[in-house]
């Protein structure tokens, strides 16, 4: 071997030891990460700043159980700028090379990879895949204004470490989630259970204490719930709960939480409303399900709810249970009302 040859040996070793060790700082970084969203973010950010990378963003397939999962995704700014979603297909170039790391300069073929504020920019890219429970979830896509970066020819072996590493750490989170996801949520509706319940309103008591701050409860019923159980069927009837649910949510502040609290009944806290806010929110609530009756199966099935009202005085100290308990008697006393009023216009 002639004397040159060594030295680009050498100097090949040396670079692919730095290479190591960086890939090693970062694996050390992002084990510390208890959730998705902060693996992603430091991962993309120590991808860039220590290979001097211009653009690198996450590929998510839009049926994968990630988006599903991290709520949390939606709450970080900096993830929303660097998420591209896909459709469960269009990482096919990644699947035909059996979940190994792409790399291509051929951008016109994969432009749909490249979301649309980086096209014309990025000449070159490479796909780092991630794969959760033996199924391609997405991929760590970084990409340069030079078409010779990630040119195809290229080995990919320090990917392929990057590719591994990044799944493992992707594994150990998601499984926290998951857990997470069971111990606090409800299953069939998917909102927040009665245990999440009691610790925020406990915690939202003693903002408004200290702060002397207006908060406020609506517990909703469904009327007459066992009726369509009865009528339609259990299906019906989990399908008006899941329907219940998710008008819930749409019709509320993003501050504002929705809880389930049993069989057909459900709690929003209001974060910051007083009395007379949440007398609003009750008409349009109660509005909003009058008008959307659930369909299913070509079958319209009527939703009716009652809500009863408790809000806290600022002044004076009370308990979660007898927030609670006020709302109940709210409850009942508005679905008297309602009956009287409906048995004075058949009278009448
Ligand atoms: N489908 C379905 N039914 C449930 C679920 N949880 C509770 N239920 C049923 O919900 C019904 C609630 O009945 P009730 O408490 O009498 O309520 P209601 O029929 O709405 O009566 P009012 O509130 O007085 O109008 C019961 O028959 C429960 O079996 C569930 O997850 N899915």
Not at 79 to 103: C, D, M, V
Not at 133 to 142: H, P, T
Not at 162 to 181: D, G, T
Request: glycine share 4%; aromatic share 8%.
């Amino acid at each position: 071997m002639i004397v040159s040859d060594m030295q680009t040996l050498i100097e090949t070793l040396k670079a692919n030891e730095e290479i190591a060790r960086k890939l090693f700082d970062i694996e050390v970084s992002i084990l510390s990460s208890d959730y998705s969203d902060d693996l992603f973010e430091k991962l993309i950010k120590l991808i860039k700043s220590s290979f001097n990378i211009p653009f690198a963003w996450l590929t998510l397939l839009k049926d994968s159980p990630i988006p599903d999962l991290s709520e949390r995704f939606s709450n970080s700014y900096w993830l929303q700028q660097h998420l591209h979603h896909l459709e469960s297909n269009q990482l096919s170039a990644l699947e035909s090379k059996g979940n190994q790391p792409l790399l291509s300069n051929s951008m016109e073929e994969l432009s749909h990879l490249i979301p649309a504020r980086y096209f014309g920019e990025v000449r070159s890219m490479a796909a780092v895949p991630l794969i959760l429970d033996r199924v391609l979830v997405g991929a760590i896509m970084l990409g340069d204004n030079d078409a010779e970066r990630y040119h195809p020819g290229l080995g990919t072996f320090h990917l392929e470490q990057l590719s591994v590493k990044a799944s493992l750490c992707l594994s150990n989170v998601i499984s926290r989630e998951r857990l997470e996801y069971l111990a606090t949520r409800d299953p069939l509706t998917g909102l927040l259970n009665r245990r999440e319940m009691e610790s925020h309103l406990q915690q939202e008591l003693e903002r408004c204490e200290r702060y002397q701050a207006s908060m406020s409860l609506l517990f909703i019923d469904c009327d007459r719930f066992k009726q369509i159980n009865d009528q339609y069927g259990h299906d019906y009837g989990d399908a008006v709960l899941v329907h219940v649910a998710k008008g819930l949510n749409h019709l509320v502040r993003a501050n504002d939480r929705v809880f389930r609290f049993a069989g057909d009944e459900f709690v929003v806290a209001l974060a910051n409303q007083s009395r007379y806010d949440a007398r609003h929110v009750r008409q349009r609530v109660e509005a909003y399900f009058a008008a959307n009756p659930l369909l299913m199966n070509r079958k319209l099935v009527p939703i009716r709810v009652t809500c009863g009202i408790s809000a806290p005085s600022p002044e004076e100290a009370t308990s979660v249970k007898e927030l609670l308990r006020e709302a109940d008697h709210d409850l009942l006393r508005q679905k008297r009302l309602r009956d009287d009023r409906s048995d004075e216009a058949q009278g009448a």
